[in-house]
Every structure is written in structure tokens, then in C-alpha cells.
């Protein structure tokens, strides 16, 4: 068990301190979408680079609300050859710096297509190589498969969010199906991960900011989905949603 301790107290944010955390944490973007897009301009972006500059964005947005974290479970090893996707629990925009914080290796996001069209953002994550699939264009599609079989070949490891959306009590919603086709087209290893009490942080639909809140990240056992077919994809998905159930325990409402 790991601890990451970022926050000694729990409190609800003053509107000041909520102004100050947007604002804190779309400059910490911008900043770090800068230094990717300048990088890359000169020819001296990689991976290790990425992967610094993800953690340290992560970090200091975590910091910023004061997050305290417990990393629960065996992580597997990311470099051994095998193409990986995390799959999470989603119940908070928190969701995606306490992975990169919590876990190893090139996380990247899968990321939704709109999230491209952002300035500054949208550029930088195209040269961060985070990838995104098409879900109404067969031909993109078929494209970005091949693109992200590519990504994971070389050593990144997806970070998916099978319910599609953020779950507003951290209880686990239906699950969408993109990720697990993903997942079975390129015979990944799937991860589950369930990260708890993290709606609390920053509940989505919501401007609520809850500083010093306790976040439990738990790694579950992982899914090798070698040698499946479309056949299988609703007994993976059965699979994985109780592998997130077993992690949450008794849910997150409340």
C-alpha cells in the first residue's frame, strides 16, 4: 500500500479558494500544454518528457485541492511486452491526474474527439500522442484502431473510463462499449482500477470543490483478453464491472 499525502485537512472551499483553484488549474494546463507544444516545435519532445510533464501537471492540480492518496493492490508490470488498458472507475475530472500520479508507466487517456478541438489543449495532447477513436466514422475508426494498436505495441498504456461519463455518487453506471472492442481488437491486458472517494473531491455537474478529501486508488486483478472474440466482449465487460464492484465494496454513496 502506497500513501501520497497532499492534504492535511478536510474542508468545503470558500467561493475565493473554488476561484482560485479553476483559475490555478487552467493556468497549470495551459502552462504545461505550452511546454509540450514548444517541444515539440524544436524537435525535443518524447515520451519521457511527456510522462515528467503529465505527473508534474497531476501533482500540482492534486496539491492544489489538497488531495490525500492510498494506492491499494499489485500493479502489474507495464514493460513487460503485453499492450495494457486501465480501465476506471469515473466519478470525478480528478480521475485522470490521481491515475497519473498513483500508477506507472505512459498512461495515456483515451481520449473524446471534442477534447481535440480545445486550444493549447487540444494540440498538445495530439502531441503527447493521446489518442481517440471514432466512433461515427467507420474509416477514422479503423484508422485510430490501428493507431492506438501502434501506441500500446510501443510500450503506452490506455487509460479508458467504460462508463462513458461521470458518475455523479461514484456508484458505477452502464457501461459503454468502445473501450472492450479496443480491448479485444488488440488483445490487451485489461486493469481494473476503482478510485474511491474521489466524487467528493469534485462531484461532477458540480462547481463544489471539498479540499482535503481522502481518495482511495485500488488495483485490481488484470483481464487478459488473449485468444477472445466479439463473442466474449459481453462476458468482459460482466467481468470487469464486477472486478470494479468487488474494488469499490460497498459503493461510494453517501
Given at each position: ?9 478536510t ?17 497549470l ?11 515539440a ?7 519521457r ?5 503529465c505527473?508534474?501537471w ?19 508490470d ?12 469515473h466519478?470525478s475530472h ?15 487517456m483515451l481520449?473524446?474527439?471534442e ?24 474509416q ?20 479508458a ?18 473501450c472492450?472492442?479496443?480491448a ?16 467528493r ?49 460497498d459503493?461510494?454513496?453517501?
Amino acid at each position: 500500500m502506497k500513501r501520497l499525502n497532499l492534504s492535511p485537512l478536510t474542508e468545503s472551499a470558500t467561493l475565493l479558494r473554488r476561484a482560485a483553484v479553476v483559475l490555478g488549474s487552467v493556468g497549470l494546463t495551459a502552462l504545461y500544454s505550452l511546454l509540450v507544444l514548444l517541444r515539440a516545435l524544436f524537435g525535443k519532445l518524447d515520451r519521457r518528457i511527456v510522462d515528467k510533464y503529465c505527473r508534474e501537471w497531476s501533482t500540482a492540480l492534486l496539491k492544489l485541492v489538497r488531495t490525500s492518496l492510498t494506492v491499494r493492490g499489485e500493479v502489474p508490470d507495464f514493460n513487460d511486452g503485453r499492450r495494457y488498458i486501465i480501465m476506471s472507475t469515473h466519478a470525478s475530472h480528478y480521475d485522470i491526474p490521481v491515475s497519473f500520479v498513483s500508477l506507472p508507466g505512459s498512461i495515456r487517456m483515451l481520449a473524446k474527439k471534442e477534447l481535440f478541438k480545445i486550444p493549447l489543449l487540444g494540440q498538445a495532447m495530439a502531441a503527447a500522442e493521446f489518442p481517440s477513436i471514432d466512433r461515427f466514422n467507420r474509416q477514422n475508426a479503423v484508422r485510430d484502431l490501428d493507431r492506438a494498436r501502434a501506441m500500446m505495441e510501443s510500450g503506452i498504456v490506455l487509460w479508458a473510463a467504460p462508463e462513458g461519463t461521470r458518475s455523479p455518487d461514484g456508484n458505477l453506471l452502464p457501461f459503454k462499449k468502445g473501450c472492450f472492442h479496443l480491448a479485444l481488437d488488440t488483445e490487451a491486458v485489461i486493469v481494473p482500477v476503482a478510485i474511491r472517494g474521489i466524487h467528493r473531491v469534485l462531484p461532477a455537474r458540480s462547481m463544489q470543490i471539498n479540499l482535503g478529501q481522502p481518495v482511495d486508488v485500488r488495483v485490481g486483478t488484470p483481464i487478459d483478453t488473449a485468444g477472445k472474440s466479439k463473442e466474449d466482449l459481453a462476458g468482459v465487460m460482466e467481468e470487469v464491472r464486477q472486478r470494479l464492484e468487488e474494488l469499490l465494496g460497498d459503493g461510494e454513496a453517501g
